[in-house]
């Protein structure tokens, strides 16, 4: 085993590649620092030193997601390496740049099946890297001096590895538990695929495991770090995930992929209980919004999103304060959001037509098809830009005048690849209006990347509440939401209520895109055939009237979206399945 290594290296400190795909590329840990410098650190200071700890543990956080750092690569030899913002591949949000569409990204959405293998196998050895090197640590737990650090860290431990174990489930099904370090070119262990009972028990397991160390609270010097209510959240989602009738009656030869019985209303019971213990913490509340105006309401809803690690805020992906990508952890969401007015030529996030429908009225005002913008919900005003909206002190101009774009709509600079929106929107939700857009190397923008906050507690304990057959309880939850911004309580709710609000509240965050999963409708909504991306186009008449059109987008043969039954468990790599002579998951093949 390795001896030593470098502190540099420390956030990449793996040992033993814990797959066997992994095993063909790499020889032996000491090989791998074989050519490490003279000045070296010991692998006992690593646990005995509170620093490099911490630092250890950083890396389990940094590779959960990329969050808004986005990488989209056309070269075949990097595309699975891509870091995609995962609502692009939802109906909520897409982007304009048309080159995309012949990289990774495009490959993904028309659903390349050597790409989809590509990026899956990516993912999983990334996953499991972080598996292995918590289960390092836990076996060297001995090491670690007893004391509060000691005990976080433990808890973290527990929670990211039943987090990464949550992800992969998501992905695969049942995949292969692996509680410790193995090094298969040493001593050939093999593992069965969990079944989904078994993934259940192991994640819930350690989502309570980290509940019984970690703190209510962190203090500022720990902040982003999980928490009690950030395992328990983790333990109400396996939960809720489990309970879905997508998931359940399977074959006994397919247990890996769901419940041989119905299991449903007992995941559900048991995912009311944790919502209700997460709930009962009081340490979360829906931030409050005391503006009663449009612009107002307008405002402070998006300062939610750009206020990092609030008491509305659950689990979010830290970013660094200064903005520095190059040798931190910022992005550069605000440069590639914004229209080419502000320099941008990316536009990478771009709401749909399809969104923008699912926001409804208010004060029983009545849609007008000629005033399309008005009077809608307030969330609408603060996640979107439209034509006519004030951004920045900027009146956005996204329309055409006698067939002549507007500024938001004509490229920026003289790059042949620059872009602007193709949905006729651009986004409201996330970016930050003071945040200095330009082409600086090194710096750019900082906001968090939020995996869960209390109002999906609300929603989620809604539909548990729902589907329970407890209406008027979900109906409490939803209104609780709306009446945050100042919407007009439901007097009744329906499933189709629930739905909508839940992909209002919380647009363009991924649980948008899983929800597709867990309800069992990713094959209808995510195929161009069966529910197209649409735009809209604006037009300025020289009589003074507008006309609004919606189109399809990406109607054109090559870009349609695709999406089929096989892909709600995507392949484990090959590799895999050969080693250790696991089933592959249903319909995939080699590649």
Known sequence: MMKNMTLNNLKKYIFGGLIAVSMSALLSCDNIFKDAPINKISETEVWQNPMMLDEYVNSWYRDIGSGFKTFVPSIGLVKSASKYYLPWFGDQISVGKTDWFNAGYGDLLKGSELEI??????????????IQAINKLFENKANIADGEQKTRILGEAHFLRGYYYYILWRLHGGVMIIDHTYNPLIKAEKFPRASYQQMVDFIVSEADEAARSLPEKNVSANAGRATKGTALMLKAKAYLWASSEVFQNKPDS?????????????????????????????????????????????????????????????????????????????????????????????????????????????????????????????????????????????????????????????????????????????????????????????????????????????????????????????????????????????????????????????????TTYWDFFRWGIAEKKLNGKTNPLKAMRVDLKSNGTYTYKVSNLNRFPGRIRKFDAKQYYLPIPWNEVKYHGVKQNPDWTEV
């Open 254 to 510: 397919l247990n890996y992929l769901g419940f041989t019985g119905d299991n449903s209303r007992e995941m559900l019971g048991k995912a009311k209980a944790a919502y209700e213990e997460l709930m009962a913490l009081g340490v979360y509340k829906l931030l409050p919004i005391a503006a009663t105006t449009q612009d107002g309401i307008r405002d402070e809803y998006r300062q939610i999103f750009l206020t990092k690690n609030s008491d509305e805020s659950i689990f979010e992906i830290q970013h660094s304060d200064d903005g520095d990508y190059a040798t931190k952890y910022g992005h550069t969401l605000d440069r590639d959001a914004a229209s080419p007015f502000f320099t941008g030529i990316t536009a990478a996030y771009t709401p749909t037509q399809n969104h923008v429908d699912e926001y409804g009225m208010r004060n029983g005002a009545v849609y007008n098809p000629k005033q399309p913008y008005d009077n809608r919900d307030y969330r609408f005003y603060a996640n979107v830009l439209y034509d006519g909206c004030t951004y920045r002190n900027h009146v956005m101009d996204i329309h055409y005048t006698n067939n002549v774009a507007g500024v938001d709509l004509t490229k920026y600079g003289t790059s042949t690849s620059a872009s602007v929106t193709r949905t006729g929107y651009y986004l409201g939700k996330f970016v930050d209006p003071t945040q200095t857009i330009d082409d600086n190397k090194t710096k750019a923008s900082n906001q968090n990347y939020i995996i869960w906050r209390y109002a999906e507690v609300l929603l989620d304990y809604a539909e548990v509440l729902y589907r329970l057959g407890d209406t008027a309880g979900a109906l409490s939850q939803v209104n609780k939401i709306r009446s945050r911004v100042h919407m007009d309580e439901l007097g009744s709710l329906t499933w189709e209520q629930l739905v909508n609000e839940r992909r209002v509240e919380m647009a363009f965050e991924e």
């Open 117 to 130: 293998t590509n990026w899956a196998r990516y993912n999983w050895n990334s996953y499991f890297t972080q």
